[in-house]
């Protein structure tokens, strides 16, 4: 009968668009005015593209679509940045606690 069977998705992978200059930029700005910035390699998942996520000392981050995990190392090698990957590692503690800080006194972010 197969009224309820599920139909196999081909490219459910949204592609939305991809890394470009400005996100480039945008993490080499990154780098060159925090301390401490390491880099962490998330993997693409059905809704986005493969990121790569930069860590301050101080918890502060931000995150932009790169082409592959392969282009995220050669990125953090070239600014000299440690690169890891988050499904190995997991977020570091100091960024959760970043994010509680905002939460708590946005008026200071």
Same mark, same amino acid.
């Given at each position: 009968m197969g009224l309820f069977r599920r139909r196999k998705q081909t490219g459910a992978v949204s592609r939305g668009r991809p890394a470009d200059r400005a996100d480039l930029d945008h993490l080499e700005n990154f780098v060159r005015t925090r301390r401490g910035v390491e880099a962490y390699i998330e993997p693409r998942t059905t809704v986005? $593209?493969?990121?790569v996520i930069l860590i301050a000392d101080d918890g502060e981050w931000t995150r932009r679509?790169?082409?592959?995990? $392969?282009?995220?190392?050669?990125?953090?090698h070239r600014l000299a940045v440690p690169i890891?990957?988050?499904r190995l590692m997991g977020y570091p503690q100091r960024m959760r606690d970043y994010n509680e800080r905002r939460k708590r006194r946005p008026e200071l972010f």
């Open positions: 986005t $593209e493969t990121t679509r790169v082409d592959s995990p $392969e282009g995220a190392r050669r990125f953090a890891y990957d988050v």
